[in-house]
């Protein structure tokens, strides 16, 4: 009997291959990463309304504009002032221990109003109609019924 099959290494397996899976856009375009910085689309307008008092207390709170000179790839069209700008959003950094100091700050602040919530909720805890109770279960062998003794 003749040996007329070919290689396994030779076969191509083009219908298991993956098929490609679609992911849509981005909304707004995503800039370099840079070392030590932390980005945040910053809110300028809205439905057409300007929002300065948004933009001022994000820079008290740190957040600089970022310069299209610095991020030329995130420019889709011209802007008069200089700083990246998307569909009445602003591009903003601020260093990155800032921004963890930020959160962290923040993080407290939520842990001590869950810790208030709870301790108003438990004020109103009595022994005799507990607001939680403690339900254990236990499992014991043998004295049970049917075990042949009188």
């Known amino acids: 009997m003749a040996n007329n099959r070919t290689p396994r290494e030779l076969d191509s397996r083009e219908k298991s291959s993956t098929r490609a899976v679609y992911q849509p856009a981005a909304t707004l375009p995503t800039p370099t990463p840079q070392d030590g910085y932390k980005f945040r689309w910053v809110a300028t307008a809205v439905l057409g309304q300007d929002i300065p008092t948004n933009v001022s207390q994000k820079r008290r709170d740190g957040w600089e504009p970022v310069k299209a000179e ?41 842990q001590d109003q869950m810790n ?35």
């Open 70 to 110: 610095d991020h030329p790839e995130l420019m889709l069209q011209g802007n008069a002032s200089g700083n990246v700008e998307v569909g009445g959003l602003m591009l903003c950094k601020i260093p990155t221990e800032r921004a963890e100091a930020r959160n962290e700050y923040y993080e407290k602040q939520a």
């Open 116 to 150: 208030s919530v709870d301790n108003h909720f438990m004020r109103n805890n009595d022994a005799r109609m507990p607001l939680f109770s403690e339900r254990k279960t236990s499992v014991s062998k043998g004295g049970g019924f049917g075990n042949g003794s009188k």
